[in-house]
């Protein structure tokens, strides 16, 4: 699966002249997914030479105005251009009070269906399941509900080692080839899958961690993933002043991501008050070497 | 009075990649105007220098999303910087709705207050009296109720000849300062002013129509304005099409300004069918002659 994640906006609430508001693009093959849409993010995706006609799936992390302000225009935007296909969007349940008071009053008539999901900040769960990836949300902890995203290629059947199931009916080859052991009436073991078995892919996984303070909690959730990327508003100097707006350090970024054992860790959401970003990345790979700072246009590829 | 306006954003719904949406800047010595507010507005203030923190009043035209969508996010970052400063807002009844349900789904509190004036688009009315200006609202012809805006330096005293005033008592002459005639009981005229005194200043006036259908009507309160902004959409080729959207060509918005004997007119909002403005150009200055381009970044003084 060619699965690619670009940094549309990694700034906080405050922009700069090179950072935009929250938003990431992640291209899974040819359907486009995108998380969280702070205000411009339609600019910012033209600029980087992306069509917003491609989106399909559409994730809002929270509601504060620089994680959604943008989707209103987006929507808008895809209207007018005459789109058909329904765009499918998971979000806090009251941005359907905010949109609808929105088109209600720009007398808005939708050319296209808005599936909307609304998610849960209480447990992690499976929100989207298409044919090659699965998304999950998960509560992060914020001044307001507030979830975290893990997108997740979907395992391949697994190829059987064949000197080892050469007699095994039909029905348990097929129970083997997704993973499953073959159990008897008692509920034992007979055949572990792994004796004769083999995995074909290893699948690849990217997360979303932003708006939080430092939540531990959140590390079983994504585990292992390839990509993480986790908000990092504050160095240490500041630390009570993340805690008190429910945003992590740098510091507290790279021990959620060493704690969960992730490949690659992506911090962005500065706040205005550093210039520099490389205190951000010494801080951070102090505690986990594999650390880059967000910029908006860059794109990672797993 | 300096009087300075700068065009921050000029495209029709649909951006491009050198035009944003609506949002002009009126700078009356400083003080600060903005005159619509599309989507990321804030970043445009930056991109061409202006600090949004020095905006005290902000007039919008209409709900549709490519003139207002920017607003929200404005008023957040300016509650982030820790204004204290009233805005004063002047807008669509309806636009108060809009903000409480974005502003309590984000459970933003505001450090300043907004204060919110609605406008009527039935009537010609003076929403803002300045010392120096008056802003007025009147009404343009759009799918959802519009309004033009009209930003007027006040007229100085006027000056008195002073060998046709020697022997008039001082109430005499306040009131021929401020322009009134003298008149008796019976209401019949015994000083006309401007047979006794001479205007100080010509006073400057800038006009804003978008968005709007053909609509002569408003000639009569844009009158001989140094400076018209007016929305043209399309090309006469199209004009069926500006009809059905309640948009302007070039042609009728030039025939607005010829109407009104403005000054100079800009036009702008045009739609992205047409990849050549020059057309625009062609079309207007056939009718009025001083038309020009409304471009991003460009200052008008008047």
């Keep these: 699966l060619s699965f690619k994640i670009t940094i549309l906006g990694s700034s906080s609430a405050t922009i700069s002249k090179d950072r935009g508001h929250s938003s990431h693009l992640v291209q899974l093959e040819n359907i486009h997914l995108l998380i969280d849409c702070g205000e411009a993010t339609q600019i910012q995706l033209k600029k980087f030479g992306f069509k917003a006609s491609k989106l399909s799936h559409i994730y809002i992390s929270h509601l504060h105005g620089d994680h959604y302000l943008g989707l209103i225009g987006l929507l808008l935007s895809l209207n007018l251009h005459k789109r058909k296909e329904p765009i499918n969007l998971y979000a806090p349940p009251e941005l359907m009070d905010i949109l609808v008071v929105n088109f209600k009053f720009s007398d808005s008539k939708f050319n296209f269906p808005i599936n909307f999901f609304a998610t849960n900040n209480q447990s992690f769960t499976c929100i989207t399941d298409e044919k090659k990836f699965l998304v999950y949300s998960f509560p992060l902890k914020h001044r307001i509900h507030c979830t975290g995203f893990l997108?997740?290629?979907?395992?391949?059947?697994?190829?059987?080692?064949?000197?080892?199931v050469k007699n095994l009916p039909p029905n348990y080859l097929k129970m083997l080839k997704q993973g499953l052991d073959i159990i008897d009436k008692n509920g034992n073991v007979i055949i572990k899958n792994e004796d004769?078995?083999?995995?074909?892919?290893?699948?690849?996984?990217?997360?979303?961690?932003?708006?939080?303070?430092?939540?531990p909690?959140?590390?079983?959730?994504?585990?292992?993933?390839?990509?993480?990327?986790?908000?990092a508003t504050f160095l240490e100097e500041h630390k009570d002043r993340a805690n008190e707006t429910y945003h992590c350090t740098a510091k507290q970024a790279a021990t959620i991501a060493k704690q969960a054992g992730v490949k690659k860790?992506?911090?962005?959401?500065?706040?205005?008050?550093y210039k520099?970003?490389?205190r951000f990345i010494q801080e951070a790979s102090s505690i986990f070497e594999h650390t880059y700072i967000a910029n908006d246009g860059d794109t990672y590829v797993l």
Tied chains: 1, 2.
């Design 196 to 215: 004769v078995t083999y995995p074909v892919n290893q699948p690849k996984a990217y997360a979303y961690c932003s708006d939080t303070i430092f939540y």
């Design 151 to 164: 997108i997740k290629e979907k395992s391949k059947p697994r190829k059987l080692i064949a000197e080892k």
């Design 276 to 278: 520099d970003t490389n």
């Design 265 to 273: 860790l992506v911090i962005g959401h500065f706040s205005p008050r």
């Design 217 to 231: 909690e959140i590390c079983q959730y994504i585990k292992g993933v390839d990509l993480l990327y986790h908000e």
